[in-house]
């Protein structure tokens, strides 16, 4: 049991139950550097603030995640990606393919922690078909650093006990129920690299590439050889 605002509370949390608080609770842990799991539109991930290096590192360790590998952000809404990101499509493409499970794969600018993804000069941001993980991105205000609530290589889990293993090293999970029950599910987002302007190419197929591939096209895109 752990103690929150004065009550003793479980370390798993049913969203459904009061909404409003759970969100306000996830906000409050991840500002104070804690690492979480949440559901998504997709899978159950593991979130921490992208601007916070202590909190990465932590998201690093419960997953085994290879500390070169990059991971994506999680933000609220779309006005919120030019501030992380260089943009390189009109907004009528990203109304139209956001909010949804696809990460969109754009050169990052320089308000993003330089420390997050040291790597790469790319940042792959998400903003979930799902309400909670959303409102929480909002409350916060930063990127959530959003990666699969799964240790590394093993497969990706639609409910809360499919990452049991991983409870005791979470701050709180966040319990949104079963997410998907069949094989396409366990896919997660389509990854898509729209870094080179009038160009896209798929990095991950995921559980959207048709439906993403046909918006791209749909609005001038070529496919990059």
């Known amino acids: 049991m752990i103690s929150v605002f004065g009550k003793k509370m479980s370390k798993i949390v049913n ?10 609770l996830a906000a409050k842990r991840l500002t104070e550097g804690k690492v979480i799991a949440v559901p998504t539109d997709t899978i159950y991930g593991i979130a921490a603030l992208a601007q916070s290096l202590e909190a990465v590192q932590q998201l690093y360790t419960i997953k085994g995640r290879n500390s070169q590998k990059p991971i994506a952000v999680c933000v609220s809404q779309i006005e919120d990606i030019p501030k992380w990101a260089n943009v390189t499509v009109p907004n009528t493409l990203l109304d139209e393919i956001l909010p949804g499970p ?52 093993v497969q990706s889990s639609l409910s809360i006990q499919e990452f049991q293993e991983l409870w005791p090293k979470l701050d709180i999970v966040f319990d949104g129920g079963v997410i998907g029950e069949t094989a396409e599910s366990r896919l997660g987002s389509t990854v898509v690299n729209l870094a080179d302007q009038g160009y896209y190419k798929i990095i991950r197929n995921g559980s959207a590439y048709e439906h993403t591939v046909n918006i791209l096209q749909k609005h001038g895109l070529k496919e990059a050889r």
Not at 112 to 137: K, M, W, Y
């Open 15 to 24: 969203i459904k139950t009061d909404p409003i608080a759970a969100v306000a």
């Open 102 to 153: 696809v990460t969109l794969v754009f050169e990052r600018s320089a308000a993003l922690n330089p420390e997050f993804n040291p790597t790469t000069s790319l940042i792959g941001l998400r903003i979930p078909d799902h309400q909670f993980v959303c409102q929480v991105a909002d409350q916060v205000g930063t990127p959530l650093a959003l990666t699969s609530a799964n240790i590394s290589s």
